[in-house]
């Protein structure tokens, strides 16, 4: 049966770099005779132009009735003004939330080709393997009430940092599960020392670390882990995170890798008899500065059609051999400009996707 993927290219360079992805997907489908069925939609800043609103109703039908959702940025600075709720970020957030992709999975890889491409000391980042779990539907980003008020104080926004035992238990259990795969060892992140929402945090973890015994947990406060990162990256296997301190934390932790542009990302939610829901997308956003200008790194994006197959397709065969080409493109010395040395040849957005295409090897050269 044909597996549907639904694909939003979104803004700025997403369409740039979701073009890449797409044709790995569909290189993969014909090298091992798959039937993938691709639907695009706008989204985002590109949808706000076209239908007046973000996420239009029938892309998040699309979406609900997909095998997987493969995306590449949303974000324009000419709606930066708009209301939240015809921001184009916003569709982000309404298809996270609708989908219940409440895991957030980016792992946080270095390639030895790249090590001098890191601003941190090669010797800190090699080796590094992290994999940051982040909770993705839920905290701050959604708690409510949120807005904008008028008081004799004077004007004021507020968010709501809320956190609810079932929402800290089952991004929990992916951490320790993931970590059990590993090597063993969550470090769990909040301000414990400050917020209520932390004090809970800490302590759904604790109680569902009695069902991981073979995994160590330790707490690390944000701040703190802020800096370790960067002092001692090497300590860390799976860093659990609420949803506000991941997205911070993941793009400090890019860096670890080189680039922003090599970070892919897998945004899961509950196992259900339809398969599991996954929103497969690059964690940088949609760079306007560079847009338009085939200059950007379609890495990212590339590593999470990987891990479309892995996690969606239950396919970690093609999802290795992706890979695979990935880390030979770097060995064969092909760079962009986000991870090329000074007086490196550097090449294009779709230059890097096609080198990427033609090492990915059928499933018997392999
Ligand atoms: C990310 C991005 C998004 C987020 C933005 C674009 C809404 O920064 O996926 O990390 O904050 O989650
Ligand atoms: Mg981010």
């Not at 973890?205 to 090497?234: F, G, W």
Request: charged fraction near 25%; glycine fraction near 8%; charge should be negative.
């Amino acid at each position: 049966m044909a597996k549907k993927i639904v694909v939003l290219p979104g803004d700025g360079i997403g369409p740039e770099v979701i073009k890449g992805a797409v044709s790995v997907l569909e290189e993969c489908a014909s090298i091992y005779s798959l039937d993938l069925e691709f639907e695009e939609f706008k989204v985002g800043g590109a949808a706000i132009d076209e239908y007046g609103q973000p996420l239009p109703e029938k892309v998040v039908e699309s979406c609900l009735d997909a095998d997987a959702v493969m995306l590449g940025a949303v974000g324009d600075p000419k709606h930066d003004n708009n209301p939240t709720h015809l921001r184009p970020e916003k569709a982000l957030m309404g298809l996270r939330k609708a989908m219940g992709v409440f895991a957030n999975l980016r792992p946080i890889l270095t390639f030895d080709e790249l090590l001098d491409a890191s601003p941190v000391k090669r010797e800190l980042v090699e080796g590094v393997n992290i994999l940051i779990v982040r909770e993705l539907t839920g905290g701050i980003y959604f708690g409510e009430p949120r807005g904008f008020a008028e008081s004799e104080e004077g004007r004021s926004g507020y968010n709501t940092e809320v956190y609810f035992d079932y929402e800290i238990e089952r991004i929990a259990r992916v951490a320790f599960a993931s970590a059990g795969l590993r090597s063993g060892k969550v470090s769990s992140v909040d301000k414990s020392n400050v917020l209520e929402s932390s004090q809970i945090w800490r302590s759904v973890v604790e109680e569902v670390h009695k069902e991981y015994e073979s995994v160590e947990l330790e707490h690390v406060l944000i701040d703190n882990c802020a800096m370790q990162l960067l002092a001692r990256p090497k300590d860390f296997d799976v860093l659990l995170t609420n949803n506000m301190f991941g997205d911070i934390l993941s793009d400090e932790a890019s860096m670890l890798s080189g680039s922003i542009g090599m970070l892919s990302t897998a945004s899961l939610g509950e196992e259900k008899d339809s398969g599991r829901p996954g929103i497969y997308e690059p964690a940088h956003g949609s760079a306007p500065d560079i847009a338009g200008q085939d200059m950007a790194n379609p890495l990212a994006t590339i590593g999470s059609a990987a891990l479309l197959f892995r996690y969606s397709l239950q396919r970690d065969d093609i999802a290795l051999n992706i890979e695979s080409a990935i880390r030979q493109v770097l060995r064969d010395g092909f760079r962009t400009r986000d991870i090329a040395a000074p007086g490196e040849k550097v090449i294009s957005c779709s230059e890097m996707s096609e080198k990427v295409l033609e090492r990915i090897g059928s499933p018997t050269a392999r």
